[in-house]
């Protein structure tokens, strides 16, 4: 199985996680490949620093069997992007892809203006990057910052509104066709059902687009983030019932492409100051167990969880494993680690 979309911390934040102890989760779950994202501490823009962290990586996979790869975070400056497209071309499949933040998020590596948009998607198309370009797509101009009551997460969506994020879709996919992006453009941690449906038109146009859903989003709404404890705030938040079912809905007919955990663990006392991301590994597995029950099939399953991203990024081809019984090995997991904050009654 493939989690596509993990930050496993380290460094300068090694006391949320170490890559050690998130791949050595992922081993117990039957995680074979993690791609983690490069809003690090430091920071994985440069050559050099994603050389350290794959470094870093690599000693983590010999010990559990896990496969380490790695995004290279963009920037706006000219040499930055060309130096990441060269890694990318050197390095690929340890770099995976490349990632743009299109607002603010843990890191603050964000791209918020349009014409940086624009500026960044056209060094990419004249130096004819042909792989994966991962997005977290928030439009910060429509965000309301002043909606959100501290210790109240469930505010958070108010906050960072859907809108946002459809806008924020809607302008990136325009801008790579503008542009002529050769690419295929990745809408991360997709959270709205406008999203899925702005993914569908530009589908519909011939452009190559994938999006990916995480367990959370999938699972819950604004309503559950109102029990404190649970600590539910994340970028983007979580949605309504109607964008919730929808993304479940996209899963289970193959229109989003795979699932993805957006693992992103902090300190209680972080989540306490309202920093966003969950630690999410095991929740991939609950996932599954939600999806078999309600109708996929071991095809379908084996796509989401590993066989499409085997497919998009081009890597060698191997049939995914998928866990006979996802639920039991969840709960295992779960209870050894104390690491997920899912509401109990998911896994009725």
């Known amino acids: 199985m493939i989690d596509p979309h993990v930050h496993l911390r380290d460094w300068n934040q090694k006391d949320k996680e170490t890559v050690i102890h998130g791949m050595r ?21 440069s050559r050099d620093i994603i050389l350290e962290r794959l470094a870093l990586g690599g000693e983590a996979s010999e010990e559990t069997g896990v496969s380490y790869h790695l995004y290279g975070g963009l920037t706006n400056n000219d040499e930055q992007i060309i130096e990441m497209v060269d890694t990318h071309s050197e390095l690929f499949p340890l770099v995976i892809g490349l990632k743009m933040f299109l607002s603010h998020s843990t890191g603050n590596m964000g791209i918020t203006d349009i014409e940086m948009q624009k500026h960044v998607m056209g060094v990419l198309a004249s130096r004819h990057y042909k792989g994966v370009l991962a997005l977290h797509a928030e439009k910060e101009s429509l965000m309301k910052p002043d909606m959100y009551i501290p210790g109240h997460f469930e505010t958070h969506s108010d906050a960072r509104p859907g809108i946002s994020e459809i806008e924020s879709v809607h302008d990136i996919i325009n801008i790579a066709g503008d542009c002529g992006f050769e690419g295929t453009l990745h809408i991360a941690h997709v959270s709205t059902l406008g999203t899925i449906e702005e993914v569908k038109k530009a589908r519909a146009c011939g452009m190559h687009i994938t999006m990916g859903a995480t367990p959370h989003h999938s699972l819950l709404t604004s309503s559950d983030a109102r029990v404190h404890e649970r600590y539910l705030k994340m970028n983007p938040p979580l949605r309504t019932e109607e964008d919730r079912s929808a993304l479940f809905s996209a899963l289970l007919d193959g229109t989003i492409d795979w699932v993805e955990s957006d693992h992103a663990p902090h ?6 100051k309202g920093a966003s991301g969950i630690p999410a590994l095991p929740a991939m597995l609950l996932l599954m167990y939600q999806l078999k029950k309600h109708g996929a099939d071991e095809m379908r399953l084996k796509s989401l969880f590993g066989n499409r991203a085997i497919e998009v990024f081009g890597l060698d081809k191997e049939d995914t494993i998928i866990p ?25």
């Open 324 to 348: 006979s019984n996802p639920l039991e090995l969840y709960m295992k997991t779960k209870d050894e680690y104390v690491i997920s904050p899912f509401p109990e009654r998911l896994s009725d």
């Open 25 to 45: 989760v992922a081993a117990s779950l039957g995680f074979t490949h993690l791609f983690d994202m490069p809003n690090t501490d430091p920071q994985c823009t």
């Open 267 to 272: 300190t209680l006392p972080d989540k306490e």
